[in-house]
């Protein structure tokens, strides 16, 4: 799928399904504000949230004082959804609409957090220029949420790549070092079950 029919794809999508129609949705992204809060960083901080869609990671980041947020999704149909639930609140928030190995940020980032957008990277090339874009931007700390083993294999029609810990510290080993994984059994609105795998790491010092 080129990156035209993935942003198509996202688009229909988010325009066509609502939050407790789609398996990733959360009420509570708890999983990712612990490795978020775990970093220790000043409310000044710099945060991305890669492929964050409508997710409501957003409303708690602003809601603990977080003043450097941005969110970055290939749908602008999924970023408008967040900004109308924000209401004046988007106004504090950095909207980024780009596929995430398109994506050439002219800033760093303290945290680099990502829920479910790396697993849809399924060809090396993909993976390549994430990790390109992840070294060359953060500076601080990635947290990354995929599909473990025991996960799907398939989201949103889409084919998707599981991993483990150890599949997931090779691929960022160079550039950033492993701080802790854990896995969790994400519940979906319609009551399945997905094992994610969630890791954090921190950047090397050159």
């Known amino acids: 799928m080129n990156n035209s029919d993935k942003k198509n794809h996202w688009e229909t999508v988010y325009e066509t399904k609502n939050p407790n129609e789609v398996s990733w949705t959360q009420e509570v992204p708890k999983t990712s504000l ?6 220790g960083v000043k409310k000044d901080a710099k945060i991305i949230d890669i492929g964050g869609g409508d997710s409501k990671l957003v409303d708690y980041l602003l809601k603990e004082g977080f003043e450097n947020i941005t969110v970055l999704d290939i749908s602008e149909k999924a970023l408008e959804k967040a900004k109308n639930r924000l209401g004046d ?4 928030v950095n909207w980024v609409i780009s596929d995430i190995t398109e994506f050439e940020p002219n800033t760093t980032f303290d945290i680099w957090h990502d829920r479910a957008t790396f697993h849809f990277l399924t060809t090396p090339e993909q993976v390549k220029k994430y990790m390109d874009t992840a070294r060359k931007s953060v500076s601080g700390y990635i947290t990354i949420g995929t599909f473990s083993e025991n996960g799907p294999t398939k989201c949103s029609g889409l084919e998707i790549k599981q991993y483990s810990e150890q599949t997931l510290t090779n691929e960022l080993k160079n550039g950033f070092d492993k701080i802790r994984c854990v896995t969790e059994n994400h519940t979906t609105p319609f009551n399945t079950t997905q094992n994610f795998l969630f890791c954090s790491f921190k950047r090397q010092k050159n």
């Open 34 to 39: 612990d490795f978020i809060f775990s970093f």
């Open 89 to 92: 609140q988007a106004k504090k």
